[in-house]
């Protein structure tokens, strides 16, 4: 069975997570991304802060090389009790 993506890989994918605002969490974000596309360039992790400073967002944009690569990265993120949310 072959599964169909509108992606052509590799291509630069961003991967947005939010959870709490702390360095912890920010430094769990990319470990669990370089886990799977490995060493991450400062300038492709970007944060923003919620309106009352208790969340942060963190993006973080990848060269992906398959499906399979982001589908990993997505289930370790979800599967994470820091990450409220990844998209």
């Known amino acids: ?3 169909e993506t509108l992606l052509e890989f590799p291509c630069d994918f961003p991967i947005k997570m939010m959870g709490r605002d702390s360095e912890e969490f920010r430094d769990i974000a990319r470990q669990l991304v370089e886990k799977h596309a490995g060493p991450v360039a400062d300038d492709a ?6 309106a009352k ?6 993006t973080i944009t990848v060269t992906a090389t398959s499906r399979e690569q982001l589908d ?3 289930r370790d993120l979800t599967a994470h009790e820091a990450v409220i949310m990844a998209l």
């Open 1 to 3: 069975m072959s599964e």
């Open 53 to 58: 400073g208790n969340f942060v967002s963190v």
């Open 45 to 50: 992790v970007q944060t923003s802060v919620s």
């Open 72 to 74: 990993d990265i997505y």
